[in-house]
């Protein structure tokens, strides 16, 4: 079992940048692959990235490609996701997840994941 904690989120003005941390604890952290999502107010949880065990393949949402970088540290049990160039329709909570067993493919629903976090508020204002 994992237990995961997001931070860094917060407020920034449109065309900002964020850096969130998800740091786990537990076992064995990098044999799970990681994903990130986001769910705004009255929406659907949505997936943003995800990153194989060893870091060296990554998938994102067309939405956030060339804008957002997923990446891990499994030294440190943490995997980040860099935000920039900030729009305000990326406001969400944005939750970390981690999923066992984690072979090839983008792993991009809910579901394929086992463990989340508390989730870590984004504002982006206009």
């Known amino acids: 079992q994992v237990q995961l904690v997001e931070s860094g989120g917060g407020l920034v003005n449109s065309g900002g940048s964020l850096r969130l941390s998800c740091a786990a604890s537990?076992?064995?952290?990098?044999?799970?692959?990681m994903g990130w999502f986001r769910q705004a107010p009255g929406k659907e949880r949505e997936f943003i990235a995800s990153i194989n065990l060893s870091g060296d393949n990554t998938f994102y949402t067309d939405s956030v490609k060339g804008r957002f970088t997923i990446s891990r540290d499994n030294a440190k049990n943490t995997v980040y996701l860099q935000m920039n160039s900030l729009k305000p329709e990326d406001t969400a909570v944005y939750y970390c997840?981690?999923?066992?067993?984690?072979?090839?493919?983008?792993?991009?629903?809910?579901?394929?994941?086992?463990?989340w976090g508390q989730g870590t508020q984004v504002t982006v204002s206009s």
């Open positions: 537990g076992r064995a952290f990098s044999s799970y692959g």
């Open positions: 997840a981690a999923k066992q067993n984690y072979y090839s493919g983008s792993y991009d629903y809910t579901v394929a994941y086992d463990y």
